[in-house]
């Protein structure tokens, strides 16, 4: 069996790793789709140490196989996957902060993960990992349950409250995904901050109720919309560091800022400029399992649109070059995946 894995700054391979074979308390699941993320893509351009485990983490497939003592999930099941709940035992657990616990976290990215993530025909992973997934939910939404459980997560922690102005800043998936969480949360008018014009189309069509370029054009819109106070809240989906300060300067004094999108490098702020509105300003990361189920449920039920997304789907063959292309911006697709089983 091929494994797409990035080893290093610019260096992709199809690495050849044996069939897996489900060990206690492992499912074997057969991946259907799964999704390049901004993190597979920034691995590859900055070489971060990243786990093969990893390397592919937004998919849907189909139980294969499980190994002994596995009862959450059974063969042919749709599933996909995140990090376990807490194992009761370590530190953090003990703290009462399962949603920290460093075993669980282990077996996500640490000693105990996965050989391979899903860019690969099949992988084995912790079945207490996997989350069940709708039967009628299709391939391609499948392959979004992931980032969309990122974006519910981070407006669920967030300070939201419904009748808000939101703003979402920065369109690729995080942030179309955050937006349309932020409609279902209540968010009483959602303003797209982006300054492709083909995202900001696509942040319409996604629910958005409006959308603008960053700058003069935000601050007209903010202006109009709400008397010159300013938004109440922002989520700073944009993956880049240079937007956390432009988020605490779009909200109104006392607003907050809830950042979401995985940034690289350093960020400057304004110290002042945060003081003085009192801003909030949270952070979110992954998301639970029970959040993956919901994400599942809103989309069978139409009220998330996922599939939306979804540009194109690639083979395995495909792939290295294809990463290479989202590195280098020759492509502006939101989100591409691949079907390990094709080509
Ligand atoms: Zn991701
Ligand atoms: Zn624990």
Same mark, same amino acid.
């Given at each position: 069996m091929r494994a797409g894995v990035i080893r290093g700054k610019g260096t992709f391979e199809l690495a050849e790793m044996p069939d897996p074979v489900p060990e206690a308390g492992e499912a074997v699941v057969e991946i259907h789709r799964c999704g390049i993320c901004g993190s597979d893509v920034h691995a590859y351009v900055e070489?971060?140490?990243?786990?093969p485990g990893i390397c592919g983490h937004e998919w849907i497939g189909t139980v294969a196989a499980v190994g002994a003592g596995v009862t959450l999930v059974s063969e042919g099941d749709r599933v996909a996957a995140g990090v376990a709940p807490g194992?009761?035992?370590c530190e953090e657990c003990r703290a009462d902060l399962p949603e920290y616990c460093r075993v669980a976290q282990s077996f996500y990215a640490?000693?105990?993960?996965?050989? +391979?993530?899903?860019?690969?025909r099949a992988m084995s992973l912790a079945a207490n990992r996997l989350c069940k997934l709708p039967a009628n939910l299709g391939d391609d939404a499948g392959a979004v349950v992931e980032p969309a459980s990122v974006a519910l997560h981070g407006v669920r922690r967030s300070h939201l409250r419904v009748g808000d102005v939101a703003t979402v800043v920065g369109c690729g998936p995080i942030g179309l995904l955050t937006l349309q969480c932020a409609r279902i949360a209540g968010a009483g008018h959602v303003v797209a901050v982006e300054p492709d014009a083909g995202r900001r189309a696509r942040a319409l069509a996604l629910g958005a109720d409006a959308a603008v370029a960053p700058g003069d054009e935000l601050r007209a819109h903010l202006e109009q919309v709400t008397g010159g106070l300013r938004a109440d809240i922002a989520f700073?989906?944009?993956?880049?560091?240079?937007?956390l300060q432009q988020s605490v300067d779009m909200v109104r004094r006392g607003g907050s800022v809830m950042m979401i999108g995985v940034a690289g490098g350093e960020a400057t702020m304004v110290p002042m400029r945060w003081l003085a509105k009192e801003v909030t300003v949270q952070t979110s990361m992954v998301f639970t399992l029970d959040e993956m189920a919901i994400i599942g449920d809103l989309a069978v039920s139409g009220?998330? +649109?996922?599939?939306?997304?979804v540009d194109g789907t690639i083979t395995l063959d495909e792939l290295g070059s294809t990463i290479d292309d989202l590195a280098n911006r020759r492509t502006d697709a939101v989100k591409l995946l691949v079907d390990p089983r094709a080509g």
């Open positions: 070489g971060w140490n990243y786990a194992c009761g035992t640490g000693k105990r993960a996965p050989k +391979n993530g899903g860019f690969a700073d989906c944009a993956g880049v560091p240079q937007t009220r998330i +649109n996922l599939e939306g997304l």
